[in-house]
């Protein structure tokens, strides 16, 4: 576990937390032996750091711009995809092991971390720990984030009078690590594809792929 602690950069006093935090209940059913009950206790810490950071680094902003950034930041695939930049899944316990790349699990056992912080080290350190390692995804939430999906519609609608149409072409990989391949239509517009984790994100890919060759087109909207 030190590998991971060293990733981490927080050493536990306890490692037993550490161990719980990373077992997924497909080992145990026993509910002090895997990470349900402190991913219950991490998605709330999770909240009252992230609204604490926010409050303190845009301090300039109203509760109507902090709102969506909040709800962006602890979603599940912004955990997630911190989980996977802390490589989580080579350490979590489950079977069958593929879990170990699930989104929803990854998310629960980022949260199940933090979670196993709090009681280990207390709120402070918790606080640190999300800083750490959600502090890329705090500052480009500073950025306006483009929707793929609207801006082609909103293109396409423009300069052809027609609709995105999506269509999933194909799916790989096992229940728990799907990838899924999108196909995306306009008529008179050309097609194009995209691959992701999700239906959602192979579309996003799919669409972001089109707008580039209608945007070369046509312009920007």
């Not at 060293?6 to 536990?12: E, G, K, Q, R, V």
């Not at 926010?54 to 109203?62: K, N, V």
């Not at 602890?74 to 930049?85: G, Y």
Request: charged letters at 35%.
């Amino acid at each position: 576990m030190k590998n991971l602690e060293d990733i981490l950069a927080y050493h536990f006093k306890d490692k037993d937390l550490l161990e719980e935090a990373l077992t997924h209940s497909s080992l145990t059913g026993d509910v002090k032996k895997n990470y349900e009950r402190l991913e219950f206790l991490g998605d709330r810490v999770l909240g009252v750091a992230m609204a604490h950071l926010l409050y303190f680094t845009f301090s300039d902003e109203p509760e109507g711009a902090l709102s969506p950034r909040f709800v962006k930041l602890v979603r599940k695939e912004t955990v997630a995809e911190v989980a996977r930049e802390l490589k989580l899944n080579e350490f979590i316990k489950a079977t069958p092991a593929d879990l170990a790349f699930n989104e929803n699990v990854l998310c629960d056992v980022m949260e199940a971390v933090i979670g196993a912080i709090c009681l280990d080290g207390g709120f402070e350190k918790a606080i640190d720990f999300v800083d750490k390692h959600f502090k890329k995804h705090i500052e480009k939430s500073a950025e306006p984030e483009r929707d793929d999906k609207t801006v082609l519609q909103e293109t396409a609608h423009k300069f052809l009078k027609a609709h995105p149409v999506y269509e999933v072409v194909k799916k790989e990989g096992s229940e728990h690590n799907p990838i899924f391949y999108v196909k995306v239509s306009v008529e008179k517009g050309g097609s194009a594809f995209g691959e992701g984790k999700s239906k959602k994100s192979a579309e996003q890919a799919a669409a972001a792929e089109l707008l580039k060759i209608l945007e070369a087109k046509y312009g920007k909207k």
